[in-house]
């Protein structure tokens, strides 16, 4: 079966076909985890697909919270978008340098913020780079400011308080997207605080899960829905999307989007938030 909502997807072929349309514009949202020590940032500046702009999720965020990358105020994100010549009327297109983590959280974000013109791109940099497409290896020029006009859905942002709620009276299953030895508990957590373990009822569905172990690329719609439904997902009941900060939880959301789910909110400061709190409950 195809996709209900394939918009969200766009291969290499149709980016580099589109590369010059003037209402087209390519963000990197490229992040590492703290233990992989590389800087996103520079490797944007060293080498990027032409017209690229750089979107960091640790700036473009709520600098005042103590958990990371958290939704900045909408004034915030306006204010940064704009800078990046990002905004009303143009088609979005996201991909980061691992092939497809970070750049469903950026995703995810426009679409809070009220633009749904946005696409990730199928295999990302890596898949872009080794069918040899262009790129460009010197630093980027300032791009030209464009007009972004803010419009939040909540229906897409989940709290604590929420998600708490939404457990205990049945209303909505909690997808956890991290590796299953840290959903466990066998593993400890990389941040400094937060407890090994996983809120109680929750599902456990890593995101690599999502793409094909080859080619990077997201899975088609049947074993989609397959991966889903066998991890015990039922496709038909609200959910609610999480990992360890808020990152690859956005692959979730982009999952059931494409499958026709459009309101599928995650649960923002994921585990980070839940499991540094000793008065919340886990399990192991």
Known sequence: MPYAKPDALVSTAWLADHLDAPDVRVVDASWFFPQEGRDPR?????????GAVFFDIDEIADTTSHLPHMLPPPEKFSSRVRR???GDGVRIVIYDSVGLRSAAR??????????????ILDGGLPKWLAEGRPVVEERPEPPR???????????????RHQVARALADGRAQLIDMRPADRFAGEAPEPRPGVRAGHVPGAINLP???FLDPISGTVLDADRM????????????KPAIAMCGSGVTAGMFALAMYMLGKRDVPVYDGSWADWGSDESL???R
């Open 42 to 50: 520079t490797e944007h500046a060293q080498l990027r697909i032409p």
């Open 84 to 86: 990046l010549g990002l």
């Open 106 to 119: 950026v995703w995810w974000m426009f679409r809070v913020f009220g633009h749904d013109d946005v696409a």
């Open 145 to 159: 400011e464009r007009h972004f006009t803010a419009r939040v859905n909540n229906l897409l942002v989940k709290d």
């Open 207 to 209: 995101y690599p899960e």
């Open 225 to 236: 829905e397959a991966r889903l439904t066998a991890a015990g997902i039922d496709l038909s």
């Open 281 to 283: 409950p886990i399990e």
